[in-house]
C-alpha cells in the first residue's frame, strides 16, 4: 500500500525516516522562477504565459511560506551564463538556440533574480547552474542538501517539458523521495505539459496539489 501524503513527507518510506529530532527531512525546491525564464524579463513568453495562466507563482508562494513557516528550508535552483560563456556547452539546440542571444540570463543581471511575488527569504538557499538543463549535476544541490539531512523534495517552477521532468529523474536517482506540487508548476504547450505530468513526472514522483501539501505539513505540526 502507498504512503499517505503525511508519511511520505515525514520520510517513513525512507530508512533514515524523520530522525531524532522528529523533524521532517523535507524541503521545497523551486526552478528557474525566475524573472529572465518565466518572469517580466522572459526570455519564453509563452512559458511566461502558461506560468500566468496557471497562476503558479501565487500558489509557489503560499507553498514556500508553509514550509518556511514549519521551519524547514527552501531551495531555489536557477540558471545563469557568463558573458563569456565558459563553463556552458551548446550541446543540446535548446543551448544552441538560447546562447546566441548575447543577454540571456547573465549572471548579476535582474533577468537572473527570483520573481518577486515568491517573497524570498534570508534564510532561503540559492543554487545556481551554467550547464546542462537539470539542477543537480555539477552544482552544490545535491552537498547542500545532504547537509541540512533533507531526503525529501517538494518541487515547484518550470519547466514541466525539461527542467522539472530532469529534476525529478536526478533528485530519484540520487536517492531522493519527490512530491511536485501540480498546480505550481507548468510547462508549453498546456496541453502537452499535463501529459507529461500524467505519464512521466508521475512515474517518479507523488505529484500532489499545494493544497494537499500544506495539509499535511500542519498535520506533521500537530
Do not use: W
Not at 527570483?114 to 552544490?140: I, K, M, N, Q
Not at 529534476?167 to 498546480?183: M, T
Amino acid at each position: 500500500m502507498p504512503l499517505d501524503l503525511t508519511d511520505l513527507l515525514a520520510g517513513r518510506g525512507l530508512e533514515a525516516g524523520a530522525g531524532a529530532t522528529g523533524v521532517p527531512p523535507l524541503a521545497a525546491l523551486t526552478m528557474e522562477l525566475q524573472r529572465g525564464v518565466m518572469g517580466d524579463l522572459a526570455s519564453f513568453p509563452e512559458l511566461a504565459a502558461a506560468a500566468t495562466q496557471r497562476g503558479i507563482v501565487t500558489q509557489a508562494a503560499r507553498l514556500l511560506g508553509a514550509v518556511r513557516a514549519a521551519g524547514l528550508p527552501v531551495v531555489h535552483c536557477t540558471a545563469e551564463f557568463r558573458a563569456d560563456r565558459a563553463g556552458t556547452l551548446a550541446n543540446t539546440p535548446l543551448h544552441t538556440a538560447v546562447l546566441r542571444r548575447p543577454a540571456h540570463l547573465l549572471e548579476g543581471t535582474a533577468a537572473t533574480e527570483l520573481v518577486p511575488e515568491l517573497g524570498v527569504e534570508t534564510t532561503d538557499y540559492v543554487s545556481p547552474r551554467r550547464h546542462g538543463v537539470a539542477p543537480f549535476t555539477g552544482t552544490p544541490l545535491h552537498a547542500t542538501l545532504q547537509a541540512l539531512g533533507v531526503r525529501v523534495l517538494v518541487v515547484t517552477g518550470v519547466s514541466v517539458n525539461i527542467a522539472v521532468l530532469g529534476l525529478c529523474i536526478e533528485a530519484v536517482n540520487l536517492g531522493y523521495q519527490v512530491v511536485v506540487a501540480s498546480d505550481a508548476v507548468t510547462g508549453v504547450p498546456l496541453d502537452y505539459a499535463d501529459l507529461v505530468m500524467a505519464n512521466s513526472v508521475a512515474l517518479v514522483a507523488s505529484v500532489r496539489t499545494v493544497d494537499e501539501i500544506i495539509g499535511a505539513l500542519a498535520a506533521l505540526a500537530q
